[in-house]
């Protein structure tokens, strides 16, 4: 490790220790099968925070010679690091849906945001609806279509 600086050393274990710590698994979880059929995926939101500070300082009086890989004065430093997860909620998927059940209570608004897709879809499935009873309405009323031709009389054969 000749030519880097003690404080590569320290940046590189704390990060490799986070990388141990946060991955994908733990920002989606492991789907969990239900009874119904159904997937049920949790869902988190993950933050870390990490810090790293070193100095090299002169002894005062009682001077250091330098040391074998150069002319370094001696090294003081260290590293935090910090995670947070906060559960946000569970993807809830089945063969005709997908839906967000969150983890915490939302303001209204939040809600209604959720909920306008679902709307959307029973406001489609409404209107396919009465138009296909209109249309049988219609059909089941209409009068039967008018012959534009009467019965063809028998010819009198002579």
Do not use: W
């Not at 733990?26 to 810090?51: A, K, M, N, Y």
């Amino acid at each position: 490790m000749e030519g880097k600086h003690p404080i590569e050393n320290i940046m590189r274990t704390t990060m490799e220790n986070i990388r141990d710590m946060v991955d994908v698994d733990t920002v989606i979880g492991e789907p969990i099968l239900t009874q119904d059929g159904s997937t049920v995926i949790p869902v988190s939101r993950v933050s870390f925070g990490f810090v790293a500070g070193g100095a090299e300082y002169h002894c005062g009086s009682r001077y250091r010679a330098p040391a074998e890989d150069g002319n370094r004065l001696p090294f003081g430093g260290g590293t935090g690091a910090g995670v947070t997860l906060q559960p946000m909620g569970f993807l809830v998927t089945n063969q005709n849906s997908v839906r967000l059940l969150p983890a915490q209570a939302y303001a209204p608004a939040d809600r209604i945001i959720e909920l306008v897709p679902q709307l959307m879809c029973e406001v489609k499935t409404m209107l396919k609806n009465k138009n296909e009873k209109e249309q049988a309405k219609r059909a089941n009323s209409a009068p039967p279509p008018a012959n534009p031709q009467p019965n063809p009389q028998p010819v009198p054969q002579a």
